[in-house]
């Protein structure tokens, strides 16, 4: 059995990572021009890596599928990054986003990646405020904050509900610089198709050029990939449609463990499903919780009014009104983390008070938030509290100024007004906690490969808190990865350059094309898409906001009997040997069906409830997740061939800094 080695530096937590970097090995600004370095995936992990790793002297050559590095599914992010900078005053600290990240992940992450993630998020403020990043700022011109889920603070920096896209730019203009001194080689839509690993090393990858369907061959002496989270595998989900597990999957069938694949994110604030038409979902950023409030009629009789169209939620007296969030957990109220008020919404949905046809959504409302700004406003300017309109008007310019492209973006969607009557939200697969397995060095089982962002197993443990998703990203790429890949490569600087003639690169290119025929020759009578939503059905239903033993068992069985018919049936239109869309989703959902198995495997084995991983055998008297001590380590699963052969390890999680307690929103 392989032994999971996670290279955690010794010594006390708040020095570990002061520490690491003063011990390990550094190479030198003339050797770094000897060693190149691949990127796949030019979001915020992938194009800060790729940008840091440049200016430090290395030569990158950087992947992705899109266009551009700008259409990177980063720039999808709302509400904000979390960073410990405690500008608010109100008691945070470094410890306290530690606690914060360990608590919300329900005790299933790492203690000393955490504590380093919340030390080095302040670096990322100012980098990305030297960059231009427009964030917003208080009258006196500080940066502001807001509070997202799970936390007692203000420590969420945001751009309106834009964060995200203007993050990402930040990193896209640093990229650019070293485009343009010629440090970054970028090599636009094009997608990894394999990992080649010579003697034991990473050492280069096969990619597909997607515009002329050329397989190319790039070497290099480490491979990073940054390409983002598989939460697609559902079919439905709020990531971008080319979202993907290609890349990092690859790289597990080429010995890199995959790690706690069953951790996905169900978001509570998504505008619900409309119908089998769609072929995503829209996010409704966290940030909305601060102002918003979550309700259901308490009668089961208005619902059914709402639901034929008879009666208006704004119609409902107050007293009528169940905001449950605010009733179950009141400490916490409409701001408990993304599990916690995703069952809850569920919850009430499946006791038949989801307010939308399908009975599948609860509302966000804002009418008290204007009330309360606008009130505000009138008191500052002098004018009339009273005066109902003006209060209204005031009230929503407030709100406008905050999440205004959010609302614009509801209102086109949905076709409602969200300033005059709720929002209607119900949970969707958002993140996935799961990944590549990665040690202290963010390195996977392969030597000289790398996992970094969404792509890795990450620090988030069973659920992340929201705001932190950003964070990570961009603290793995600026901060982290720069130093310790340094630790590895200092060896390398005598190599030389890597030949791609080598026959591990041959087998390799072998194996993809191989791939390509089948499915270009496979003459089914189906497409693509008709398996992808049929995985993606069994996923939400089995797999999805809770799972069980019965249906887990099923899962397995019914995704690998999928998995058979897809091969034997799919139909691939075109040619490979030019732009043609169905032949890359067609290798994508492949993917998707290998991953699918082997999540539901994971869930299966993990016999405890902790965050994003409900077990409905396993819940307190009240309905809450229930952990079992013996669960409390990562799971790691090695390749031998099939889904259903992989090898289960596991790396304890010890918690020498933190109490293990109930995870209390109360």
């Known amino acids: 059995m392989a032994i999971l080695d996670s290279k955690i530096p010794a010594g006390p937590l708040a020095d570990k990572w002061t520490n690491h970097k003063n011990n390990i090995n550094l190479v030198n600004p003339a050797n770094k021009r000897l060693i190149d370095i691949i990127v796949v995936g030019t979001g915020l992990a992938g194009g800060s890596a790729a940008a840091t790793l440049a200016e430090l002297g290395y030569n990158v050559k950087a992947f992705c599928f899109q266009d551009s590095p700008r259409r990177a599914h980063s720039i999808a992010a709302q509400g904000g990054i979390n960073a410990a900078k405690n500008y608010q005053g109100d008691g945070d600290s470094t410890y306290r986003l530690f606690y914060d990240t360990v608590k919300g992940g329900d005790y299933r992450s790492r203690e000393a990646n955490v504590y380093r993630l919340a030390e080095v998020s302040t670096n990322i403020i100012d980098q990305c405020v030297a960059q231009g990043v427009p ?126 694949p069953c951790y996905t994110q169900i978001h509570p604030t998504c505008i619900p499903v409309s ?118 008007k005031l009230g929503k310019e407030v709100i406008e100024n905050k999440y205004g492209n959010l609302f614009q973006m509801y209102e086109k969607i949905v076709d409602q007004n969200p300033y005059e009557t709720p929002m209607m939200i119900y949970p969707a697969v958002h993140y996935t906690m799961g990944g590549l397995w990665v040690d202290y060095n963010l390195m996977t089982t392969v030597p000289g490969l790398y996992a970094i962002g969404e792509a890795n197993f990450s620090d988030h443990g069973a659920n992340r808190l929201g705001a932190s998703a950003l964070m990570q990203g961009l603290a793995d790429g600026y901060f982290v990865l720069p130093y310790t890949i340094g630790d590895y490569l200092a060896d390398d600087i005598r190599t030389g350059p890597i030949s791609t003639e080598l026959p591990e690169f041959d087998e390799a290119e072998k194996n993809v094309r191989s791939n390509i025929e089948k499915l270009i020759n496979n003459q089914g009578t189906k497409s693509v898409d008709h398996f992808h939503k049929r995985l993606g059905k069994i996923m939400w239903n089995k797999c999805g906001m809770a799972r069980n033993a019965k249906d887990l068992k099923e899962a397995i069985t019914e995704i690998a009997a999928l998995r058979e018919e897809f091969h ?54 009240n309905g809450e997740a229930l952990r079992r001590p013996e669960y409390q380590y990562v799971s790691a699963w090695e390749y031998k061939g099939q889904p259903s052969e992989a090898v289960h390890h596991k790396e304890a999680l010890e918690y020498e800094n933190i109490e293990v307690k109930e995870r209390s929103y109360k």
């Open 275 to 392: 119908g089998d038409h769609q072929s995503k979902l829209t996010l409704m950023s966290e940030s909305l919780r601060n102002d918003g409030r979550i309700w259901v009629p308490k009668n089961l009789e208005d619902v059914k009014a709402i639901r034929e169209g008879k009666l208006k939620p704004t119609e409902i007296a107050e007293e009528n009104r169940d905001y449950y969030l605010e009733r179950r957990y009141p400490a916490f109220g409409n701001l408990v983390p993304r599990d916690v008020a995703s069952r809850a919404a569920k919850e009430r949905c499946d006791a038949g008070y989801g307010v939308n046809q399908t009975g599948e959504a609860v509302y966000l409302d804002f009418s008290a938030a204007i009330e309360r700004y606008g009130k505000e406003q009138a008191h500052v300017k002098g004018l009339n509290e009273d005066d109902t309109a003006l209060v209204q």
């Open 135 to 260: 964030f917003a700022r208080e009258y006196g011109g500080l940066l502001d904050n807001r509070s997202f889920g799970g936390v007692l603070v203000s420590r969420t920096f945001y751009a309106k509900g834009q964060t995200g896209q203007q993050l990402l730019l930040g990193a896209y203009a640093a990229m650019n610089r070293q485009i343009g001194r010629g440090k970054i080689k970028m090599y636009t839509r094009h997608e990894m198709l394999d990992v080649v690993v010579v003697d034991g090393k990473a050492r280069g990858i096969i990619a597909r050029n997607l515009v002329t369907g050329e397989i190319e061959r790039h070497s290099a002496h480490a491979v990073v990939i940054g390409s983002g989270g598989y939460g697609n595998a559902f079919y439905l989900s709020t990531y971008a449609m080319g979202s993907n597990v290609t890349a990092a999957w690859k790289a597990h069938k080429r010995g890199a463990f995959f790690a706690n």
């Open 568 to 621: 034997k049936d799919v139909l691939v239109p075109g040619t490979d040997n030019e732009y043609n869309e169905e032949l890359a989703k067609a290798g994508r959902v492949a993917d998707f069906l290998e991953l699918g198995e082997l999540f539901a495997k994971d869930a299966l084995e993990r016999e405890e409830s902790a965050g994003g991983h409900f077990r409905e055998e396993y819940q307190t008297d």
